[in-house]
């Protein structure tokens, strides 16, 4: 018997308007090659094409149009699934100020750029990310202005500048925003702009979505690790979010998932972004693009410049000085290139490149150094040299100091920490001495040949030591 077509004028406008729908995506995405589509045949979906509701008819016309042959059920009554690890995710953001708000169930909780949980909410991450103030901040190396020139001067100081650290693993971030005077456009094209051709050394970006907001570009840093940028625009708010996996050779986060956390800074911007910065959480403008500190360093010559180091300001927190200022102080080393337990000046006078150390204290006096930082540089012109210097003396510092030592008044145990580089080391004396114990990490940095070791000797809560040890690499690593 033939079947009743119940195909009616309403079902016409609805497919009609899918389409049209889908005529926009199309049109935003390059032709695939039709060996590609043939090649991958039945294997992918396209997620985002009339959800899970557009009906045979439907699906069997756009799979023609976008080269994909399959498509989601046609069941009404089933809603997207969130994008998570282990599901199918959307391959574009949300576009419409619902479906933004509809990416974070926080969303009445104040603040003009996202919360540490919505970080964990849009990543699928482990853990919460405490989210802490930038203070001094540098502008980042792919910002295509220096502090001194841009679009518009005044916009060029974020009014708001936060890093973010994730509580188990070692996933970092940093969000920034500006309130643009005029032209709010052009200065977030402008920052994409400068970020999609960012390249210096191993450090190589790639454009993954380059029109419409937002936008989207992954990296690759060689040892320094992979990440993501998203830049965002809303009115006359732009920000840049910053997802760094320092641990990881690529990226192991999936597009949707930074797409999610673009999409919850827009709907944040939006709603909170007013025009100042009355509506965010501890923030304080910056009217000043921040100085560099000119800090003391010994060691090779012709010196290394202290812009490869943490500035000593920076060292200071409630955790590690009780809020007191830290300052570089005199660190004459005497020819030694030794900062940590288990160096020995004979082993560091075999290695080659420069080198450079600035020691750290809170207050006047011996007794208040808190820390060093040692970096070492290859300036070669070759960076396969480079890389291979970094890749070496990182492979040197897990060796010596991951094994501990010994002496002849005792010993040094070695205790890693929860992050990959760190270590806590333990002099223990026979003579019935104080135990001495530092903290040492070690890092690849963002200059192409450079490498840095962070020793904290004096802290006051033992249980904070590898906290504020990866505070610290996590600001060394941007250099």
């Known amino acids: 018997m033939a079947e009743t077509d119940t195909w009616t004028p309403a079902d016409d406008d609805y497919v009609r308007e899918a389409l049209g729908s889908l005529k926009t995506d199309v049109d935003a995405l390059p032709l695939a090659d039709v060996r590609f589509v043939k090649a991958r045949g039945r294997a992918r979906r396209r997620r985002t094409m009339l959800g899970w509701t557009a009906g045979a008819a439907a699906a069997a016309l756009v799979a023609a149009v976008i080269g994909f042959s399959a498509l989601g059920g046609d069941n009404a009554t089933h ?25 974070s169930p926080y969303l009445a909780e104040p603040g003009a750029l996202p919360l540490g949980k919505e970080w964990k909410l849009a990543l699928g991450w482990s853990s919460d990310f405490t989210v802490e103030t930038t203070k001094n901040a540098e502008a980042d190396m792919c910002w295509p202005f220096n502090g001194t020139a841009a679009v518009y001067v005044k916009d060029v100081v974020p009014v708001q500048d936060q890093n973010l650290l994730s509580g188990t693993g070692n996933i970092q971030g940093r969000q920034s ?17 400068g970020i999609g051709a960012c390249k210096q050394g191993q450090f190589a970006v790639k454009g993954v979505q380059t029109t419409g907001w937002p936008r989207l570009y992954s990296y690759t840093a060689g040892d320094a690790g992979s990440g993501w940028y998203a830049v965002t625009l809303a ?14 050779p690529t990226t192991q986060f999936e597009r949707a998932e930074v797409e999610r956390l673009a999409a919850i800074a827009t709907a944040r911007l939006e709603r909170y972004g007013s025009g100042t910065t009355s509506t965010t959480s501890a923030s304080t403008p910056t009217t000043t693009a921040p100085a560099g500190e000119d800090m003391p360093v010994v060691g090779s010559q012709p010196a290394i410049s202290s812009n490869l180091f943490v500035p000593a300001s920076r060292w ?17 080393q005497e020819g030694s290139a030794s900062i940590a337990q288990c160096e020995t000046d004979q082993f560091q006078a075999g290695v080659g490149g420069r080198y450079g150390i600035v020691s750290v204290r809170a207050g006047s006096g011996q007794a208040n150094y808190i820390g060093k930082q040692r970096v070492r540089l290859d300036d070669s012109t070759s960076s396969a040299q480079q890389q291979a210097f ?55 940095q963002q200059t192409p040949g450079a490498m840095t070791t962070i020793v904290l000797t004096k802290v006051p809560n033992p249980k904070l030591g590898f906290p504020e040890l990866d505070r610290l690499i996590v600001l060394a690593r941007q250099r």
């Open 79 to 103: 809603p997207v699934p969130p994008a998570t690890r282990t599901t199918t995710a959307p391959t574009t953001a949300p576009t419409t100020p619902l479906d933004r708000q509809a990416v």
């Open 177 to 193: 925003r500006w309130i643009a005077s005029k032209a709010p456009g052009e200065l977030a094209k402008a920052l994409a702009k």
């Open 235 to 248: 009115g006359n708010q732009v920000a840049v979010l910053n997802v760094t996996e320092p641990d990881h």
């Open 316 to 332: 200071s927190s409630q955790e590690l000085t009780q809020g007191a200022r830290t300052y570089a102080g005199p660190g004459a």
């Open 390 to 444: 970094v890749q070496a003396r990182l492979a040197e510092a897990k060796a010596l100091y991951g094994k501990g030592c010994s002496f002849g008044n005792g010993t040094v145990k070695a205790t890693p920490g929860p992050t990959e580089g760190t270590w806590r080391l333990d002099t223990v004396f026979k003579d019935g001495s104080p135990t001495l114990t530092e903290w040492v990490g070690v890092t690849a």
